[in-house]
């Protein structure tokens, strides 16, 4: 599916300021990279979220996920090493 991500949905993540977004998968884990650009990450996050094209994509790629039944999508990991 995110090989065709919906354009509209691009679009959206694009305006609420993220940027050089990834997802990767091995085996079942799943991460996703992204970096934020904006001055204030949970509205934006509010906006995504808000977004009637996103939620419609959202129907389509959030029961993909193991923990779906959890209500479980995202988890934020522990950065333990970075170089700039």
């Known amino acids: ?3 065709a991500t919906w354009p509209d949905v ?3 993540i694009r305006e609420c300021n993220l940027q050089n977004y ?3 998968i ?3 884990m799943v991460v996703a990279y992204f970096e934020y650009t ?3 990450y949970e509205a934006d996050m509010r906006k995504m979220e808000a977004d009637p094209v996103t ?3 959202w129907k389509h790629t ?3 996920f193991a ?3 959890e209500g479980v999508y995202y988890e934020d990991m522990e950065e333990i090493f970075y170089l700039k």
Do not use: F, N, Y
């Open 1 to 3: 599916m995110h090989a």
């Open 10 to 12: 691009l679009k959206t």
């Open 22 to 24: 990834s997802i990767s």
């Open 26 to 28: 091995l085996g079942e």
């Open 38 to 40: 904006g001055e204030d």
């Open 55 to 57: 939620q419609e994509w």
């Open 62 to 64: 959030k029961p993909c």
């Open 67 to 69: 923990r779906h039944d």
